[in-house]
């Protein structure tokens, strides 16, 4: 089993910015890809940023220039640096891992989601 926790989110000024992270642990061989998710109300949950652990990033038009992704690889852990927050950015952020286990060679696990608002 893997676990996802993730932290960081909260209440931010339109302009401000937050730094989300998500830290996986549990019987991981290797991880394959790591991303944020974000699902406003009546919206649709939708992928802001994915970054492989050989580095590669890609991210959602809506975010390119604003957000960073980062890894940091001995600490199992993804970064979101989020600035220039718009209130359109308020969403709950999913964290998703695609790992590789003992048991299976790629399953995809998700954190508990993380709030962020941004007021105007």
């Known amino acids: 089993q893997v676990q996802l926790v993730e932290s960081g989110g909260g209440l931010v000024q339109a302009g401000g910015s937050l730094r989300l992270s998500c830290a996986a642990s549990?019987?991981?061989?290797?991880?394959?890809?790591m991303g944020w998710y974000r699902q406003a109300p009546g919206k649709q949950r939708e992928l802001v940023a994915r970054?492989?652990?050989?580095?590669?990033?890609n991210y959602a038009d809506s975010v390119k220039g604003r957000f960073t992704i980062s890894r940091d690889i001995a600490k199992n852990t993804v970064y979101l640096q989020m600035n220039s927050l718009k209130p359109e950015d308020t969403a709950v952020y999913y964290c998703?891992?695609?790992?590789?286990?003992?048991?299976?060679?790629?399953?995809?696990?998700w954190g508990q989601g993380t709030q962020v608002t941004v007021s105007s």
């Open positions: 998703e891992a695609r790992v590789s286990t003992q048991y299976v060679a790629e399953y995809d696990y």
């Open positions: 970054i492989t652990w050989g580095g590669s990033t």
């Open positions: 549990g019987s991981i061989f290797s991880i394959n890809t």
